[in-house]
């Protein structure tokens, strides 16, 4: 099971904005990082260190973090933004790495 | 552009050990800051973390998996590996390499991913 919390499915609708949350114990400590992952593919990292992006990845792609909760925004979301997003990070007691459960993202 | 790929049998049989390799190219394991990783994915399930080696040669591993796991790595060929021992249909998944930096959980790079089936 696991220890990073987040809702199954989130939908909105074309060129809207929409959050996508994540909670757990271990982000106290720790930032999360933001996946995105299409039907057959590998996940593709989106956002690293609460709120940074990777080259190549749209600036409409935000994150942020308050507490045990980070959040993933999509500003105006576009209908290639339809997938599962993953969130992960560290956790130190032991050493480990923990992922979301994962959020199946509707565009409408 | 550094590129991973993984390679190995796509069926296991239960009770034996899977055994993959991931081929890297355009990186260097011993490059500062980065480590490379196993992530597996069950068929319609979500993403679990196998283990991680640093560049400096630190090892961490999943507790749960702890006592079957083993990543090793080959300098000379680029390669690193997995094996994971007496194996489940509760295995079967899609195995993932990938390489990070920063604070052990930002993963860049991933490989495309392997089938692995446990079942006689």
């Known amino acids: 099971s696991s220890e990073l919390t987040q809702d199954p499915a989130v939908s909105v609708a074309l060129g809207q904005t929409v959050r996508i949350t994540c909670q757990g114990d271990?982000?106290?400590?720790?930032?999360a990082s933001w996946y995105q992952q299409k039907p057959g593919q590998a996940p593709v990292l989106v956002i690293y260190?609460?709120?940074n992006r990777p080259s190549g990845i749209p600036d409409r792609f935000s994150g942020s973090s308050s507490g045990t909760t980070a959040s993933l925004t999509i500003t105006g979301a576009q209908a290639e933004d339809e997938a599962d997003y993953y969130c992960?990070?560290?956790?130190?007691?032991?050493?480990?790495?923990?992922f979301g459960g994962g959020t199946k993202l509707t565009v409408l | 552009q550094l590129q991973l790929q993984e390679s190995g049998p796509g069926l296991v049989k239960p009770s034996e050990t899977l055994s993959l390799a991931c081929s890297v190219s355009?990186?260097?394991?011993?490059?500062?800051?980065?480590?490379w990783a196993w992530i597996r994915q069950p068929p319609g399930k979500g993403l679990e973390w196998i283990g991680s080696?640093?560049?400096?040669?630190?090892?961490y591993y999943n507790p749960p998996l702890r006592s079957r796991v083993f990543i090793s790595v080959d300098t000379s060929k680029n390669h690193f590996f997995l094996k994971l021992s007496s194996v489940t249909a509760a295995d079967t998944a899609v195995y993932y390499c990938?390489?990070?930096?920063?604070?052990?959980?930002?993963?860049?790079?991933w490989g495309q991913g392997t089938l692995v089936t446990v079942s006689s």
């Open positions: 990938a390489e990070g930096t920063g604070s052990g959980s930002n993963f860049n790079s």
């Open positions: 355009g990186g260097s394991f011993s490059t500062t800051g980065h480590y």
């Open positions: 080696f640093y560049y400096n040669g630190t090892t």
């Open positions: 271990s982000l106290r400590s720790y930032y």
């Open positions: 260190s609460k709120n």
């Open positions: 992960n990070s560290r956790d130190s007691s032991p050493y480990r790495v923990v």
